[in-house]
Structures are given as C-alpha cells and as structure tokens.
C-alpha cells in the first residue's frame, strides 16, 4: 500500500489537489494522511507563558482539529473506494520541518500539494511554500495547478538538459509512474550545440523501456524554458515530469519568474523527483 501525504489549507486549491490524486490514483491501494500546519508564528513564546494566550491556542488548535474531521468525513465520503483510507495529522511546526518529519515517519510514497502562485505572507500553503517544497523536500511530490481540473492524462512530458541521466534512479521512477498509468512518455532533451549524447540515449531507451511507449525529441542551443513552453503548444501534454538537481531543473525552467510568472506558467500536473 502506497503512503500518500496531502498537505491542505482548507481552502479549495487544497482540496482540488486531493481530489486529483484520488482520481490519479483511484487503482492503487493508498493510505492517504491528510495534514494541516498550523501557522504559529503570531505566538510569541511570552505570549504562550500566559494561560489566556494559551488557551486561545488550544481553541484554535481544536477548531482546526474540528475542520480536518469535516475535510476527512468530505473525502470519504466522495471517495467511495475500498482500496483508499484516510487519516488526520496536525502539526504546528515550521512548514518544511514539519513536512519532512512526517515524510520520514510515515515512509510517505508521494506528497501532494495544490499550487496557486500566492505570495501573500497570510497564505499557509500553496504559492512559496509549494515552491519550498519542490526545492527542498526529497520526496516524490505531484503539484497540481489550482485550475485543473482531473482528467485521465494520456500523456506525459520529461523535458531534460545535458545534467539530466536516463540512466538515474529518477528518471526510471518518472517512466515506473508513467508505465503504472498507461501514459504516453514524450522526451525533450536540450543540448548544447554539437552535443552527441542523444545516441547513448536512443540505444538505452530501445533497449531498457520495450514496454513504454515514447516519443524521443532533440533540440540544441535552445533555452530549455523556452523548449518546454514551445514543446507544450506543439503537442498534446496533460502532464509535466521533472527531474530536480541540486542545480535545479525547476530553477532553470523558471528562470528570472516572479512566484505569480511561474503560477501563470504551471497550467498542468507537475510530477517532481529528485535524483
């Protein structure tokens, strides 16, 4: 059984993005842990030394408790799957702390997170923490745009640079998945002029992935950010996979983007795994 952690605000970008997982994931035995992160920062510990203040935050932390109850009692109830089952986590620690704590403590499988482009400092999840996440946290996450809405994807796009080794346990995990849903694989790989490394990756395909279908591409000295965006118009993509190095793939797909640039760029599934 595969442990899902689902990060939510209760706003409706959150519950979207679980929603999307449940679909994507509605023929494989899932354990989903559904978590909010308190925002505790507007207690200072002074504050929390006087009973008053700390039982205003024991009202809070219940009200809280109370609408993971009603979000969990939601999504049972539309989900209707025997093979799914859910559980609560409320955890009032730092965002990313918090995240990779859980992350190891429930051997979670895949994180998933909503992305609306929010930069505003009141917003808990889903704009520059969701960003934090695909750059700090080592788990295989699916991002999933406030406005899409689930549709079978057919396909899948792995747009990669001169960094990026098909040979990686990464790589193998992003064509696992889209082995796992039928998908349609279209690799894009960026090269610098004169480059040559696209037969390696041509002899390797044919011989280690017989049983996935792919469409292979080579584009030299284009701006990968650029390639991707062209790519996207050219063909039919329901859904992005990307491989993020120390030296981020994601920082250089959005190079120079403002949170709310990216948020307007992201407009399918992101599929993120870290080598």
Known sequence: MKNILALTDFSQCSRNAIQYAMHFLKDEPCHFHIMHIHKSGGFMLDDLMSSAT??????????????????LDELQERSQNDIHSFETILDYNSFIDATDKIIKEKQIDLLVAGFNGVSNAS??????????????????????????KFHHPKTILLPLDAKDDIKSDAFSNLLNTAKAHHLHVHILRVYEKG???NHYDESYLIKQYKDITYTYHVIENVPLDYAKSCYT???EIDMIGLIVQKESIFERLFKHSSTTAISKTLQRPLLVVHP
């Not at 205003?56 to 809280?64: D, H, Q, Y």
């Open 123 to 148: 917003e808990i999840l889903f704009g520059s923490h969701t960003l934090s996440i695909i750059r700090r946290i080592n788990c295989k996450t699916l991002v999933i745009p406030e406005e899409v």
């Open 195 to 197: 480059h040559e490394g």
């Open 54 to 71: 700390a039982n205003v935050f024991e009202s809070v932390l219940e009200a809280e408790k109370e609408r993971l109850q009603n979000l």
């Open 233 to 235: 118009q050219l063909y």
